[in-house]
C-alpha cells in the first residue's frame, strides 16, 4: 500500500519506519524542515532503539521518504496516518490546532480525486473530536462525503517510547473506531498479520479506550507507590505485598471487578478502607487515593439517585437489597442506602430481593436493618412482580435470573434503572444505565 504519515515525532517516526518494514511505500510528512532532513539522511528524528537503523533501511530501499510538503504526499498515497501531537494547554484542556491543520491540509489535497482514500487518526483525542471536528473539516474541505471514496478512522496507538518498535510488531490489541462501527477495509489490510486482539467499534469507544488504558497505567503506578509508602510506614516490605497481589490472577490482576455498575459495599471493602484511613491519619501519612476510593463510591451512589430524580416518578421499585448476589448481607449494602435515601426524599418504595429473607435476618444484620431503615417490613413485597406493579421507576440492583426476567416485563410509561448490567433491553418503557 502507499501511505502518507502526518507527523514524525515519537509515533509518527516509528509508524512510517514499521510500516516500511511492513512492505508498504511510505512518505513521512512533517512541517518541521529540520525534522524531514533527518529522517531522509537516514536517521531518527527521535531517540527509540532500532529506529535509526529501521529508518536507514527504509530510506536506503527508496520505500521510505519524508517530506513538508502534504499535498504530494497525499496525491501519491491510498491512505494517511495522522499521528501530530495533541498537547495540554495550560488549563489541562487538548489543543487540537496540528489536528485541524493536518485534516484540512489533506482534505485539500483529495479535492476531486476520484480514487478512494483512507484517513486513520492516530492522535490521541477525547471522545466526539473524530465525529464532530475531524470528519466535517475533511469533508468540507475536500468536498467528498466520508463512506463514498473517503473513509475515516480512528484507531488509536498504544506504543510506549523506549519500547515501541517491539509495540509495534507485538501490539497489545488493536482497536478500529469508525462511523458505523463496522469493520474498515484498509485497517483490516494494514493490522492482518497482527494475533492481537481486534475490536471494530465506534469512534468515541475507540477514543475513550485510548484515556481508560492510559489513566489506568497512571493508577496502577500511583497505587503501588502509595501501597509503598503505606508498607514502609508499617515497617513491611512493599515490594513482597505488591508480589502477593500481583499474583492473584483470579481476583486482583483480572477482569474481575473492572465492570462498570454499582457501588461497592458489603462487611468488609468500607469497612478495611476506613481502617487504613484512620492508620494514615493517626500517621500523619497521605494516602489521596485510599481517601479517594470513599468518596468516588458516594459520588457514584449519589449519581444513581440524580438518574432516578431525573426521571421525575413518585414510586420506586427495587429488585435487590442485599450488597450483592449470593449472600443476605446487608451491612454496607449501597441499595440499603439508595432505598433510605428515596425514603428520604419522599418516595414510595417497594423492595424484592430473592437473597434476603427477613425471618431468617439476626445479629448485626438485623441491628443494621432496623437502624437504617425502621420502616423495612412495610416496604418489602414478597416476589418481583410486586415491584413491577408497583413502581413508575423500577432499579435493577442484581444481574440475577429472576430479577431480569422480571425487569423485561417494564410496562409502557415505566422507567428502567439499571444498576446491574443486564445483556437484554426491555421492549417497552425507558431503559437508562449507569455507566453504558
Ligand atoms: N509519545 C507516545 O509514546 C505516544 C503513544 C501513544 C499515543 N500518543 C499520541 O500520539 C500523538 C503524537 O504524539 P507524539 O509524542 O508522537 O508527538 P510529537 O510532538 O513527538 O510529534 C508530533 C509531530 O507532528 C508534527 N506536526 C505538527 N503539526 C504538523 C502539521 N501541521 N503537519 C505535519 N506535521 C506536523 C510536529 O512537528 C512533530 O514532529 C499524540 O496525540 C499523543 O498523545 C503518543
Known amino acids: 500500500m502507499k501511505l502518507a504519515v502526518f507527523g514524525l515525532g515519537y509515533v509518527g517516526s516509528v509508524t512510517a519506519a514499521c510500516l516500511t518494514e511492513d512492505g508498504h511505500d511510505v512518505v513521512g510528512v512533517d512541517s518541521n524542515r529540520e525534522k ?3 529522517f531522509n539522511s ?9 529506529l535509526d537503523e529501521l529508518i536507514a533501511s527504509g530510506v536506503a530501499s527508496r520505500r521510505l521518504l519524508a517530506t513538508d ?25 487538548i489543543e487540537l490546532d496540528h489536528i485541524r491543520t493536518v485534516v484540512a491540509d489533506i482534505g485539500r489535497a483529495l479535492r476531486g ?18 465525529r464532530d471536528i475531524v470528519l466535517p473539516i475533511l469533508e468540507s474541505a475536500s468536498g467528498l462525503t466520508i463512506g463514498e471514496q473517503l473513509d475515516l478512522c480512528f484507531n488509536p496507538e498504544f506504543l510506549r517510547e523506549g519500547s515501541s518498535i517491539k ?33 471494530d467499534t465506534v469512534f468515541e469507544v475507540a477514543e475513550l479506550a485510548k484515556y481508560v488504558d492510559n489513566s489506568w497505567h497512571a493508577l496502577k503506578v500511583s ?51 476506613a481502617a487504613l484511613q ?22 457514584h451512589l449519589q449519581s444513581a439517585m440524580h438518574l432516578i430524580e431525573d426521571l421525575g416518578g413518585d414510586k420506586v421499585g427495587l429488585l435487590g437489597i442485599t450488597f450483592k448476589s449470593n449472600t443476605d448481607d446487608l451491612r454496607n449494602s449501597p441499595f440499603l442506602e439508595l432505598a433510605r435515601r428515596l425514603l428520604d426524599s419522599g418516595r414510595e418504595v417497594r423492595v424484592f430481593d430473592p437473597d434476603f429473607d427477613p425471618q431468617g435476618l439476626i445479629g448485626a444484620n438485623l441491628a443494621f436493618l432496623r437502624e437504617q431503615l425502621p420502616s423495612f417490613e412495610q416496604i418489602l413485597v414478597s416476589s418481583p412482580d410486586e415491584v413491577m406493579a408497583f413502581g413508575d421507576i423500577v432499579v435493577l440492583g442484581k444481574n440475577d435470573e429472576p430479577l431480569v426476567d422480571a425487569a423485561l416485563k417494564l410496562g409502557p410509561g415505566q422507567h428502567l434503572v439499571d444498576l446491574a448490567g443486564m445483556s437484554v433491553r426491555p421492549v417497552v418503557g425507558s431503559y437508562v444505565g449507569i455507566g453504558w
Open 223 to 273: 497505587f503501588a507507590n502509595e501501597m509503598g509508602r503505606l508498607a514502609r510506614d508499617l515497617g513491611v516490605d512493599g515490594r513482597e505485598v505488591m508480589t502477593i497481589m500481583t499474583g492473584d490472577t483470579k481476583l486482583n490482576i483480572s477482569s474481575r471487578y473492572l465492570r462498570p455498575g454499582f457501588a461497592y459495599g458489603g462487611s468488609c471493602l468500607p469497612k478495611d478502607i
Open 42 to 50: 537516514g536517521r531518527a528524528p527521535i531517540r527509540e532503539p532500532g
Open 278 to 299: 484512620s492508620h494514615a491519619q493517626s500517621r500523619d501519612l497521605d494516602l489521596p487515593l485510599i481517601s479517594a476510593i470513599p468518596m468516588s463510591n458516594e459520588e
Open 36 to 38: 524531514v532532513e533527518i
Open 69 to 93: 510538503d502534504s499535498v504530494a504526499a497525499v496525491e501519491q498515497s491510498d491512505a494517511a496516518l495522522i499521528c501530530v501531537g495533541t498537547p495540554s494547554r495550560p488549563d489541562g484542556s
Open 167 to 199: 509495540d509495534y510488531r507485538e501490539p497489545p490489541k488493536i482497536v478500529v473506531g469508525t462511523d458505523h462501527g463496522k469493520q474498515n477495509a484498509i485497517t483490516d489490510q494494514l493490522y492482518a498479520q497482527f494475533e492481537c486482539p481486534r475490536t
Open 113 to 130: 480525486r476520484t480514487t478512494p482514500f483512507t484517513v486513520i487518526l492516530r492522535s490521541t483525542v477525547l471522545p466526539g473530536t473524530t
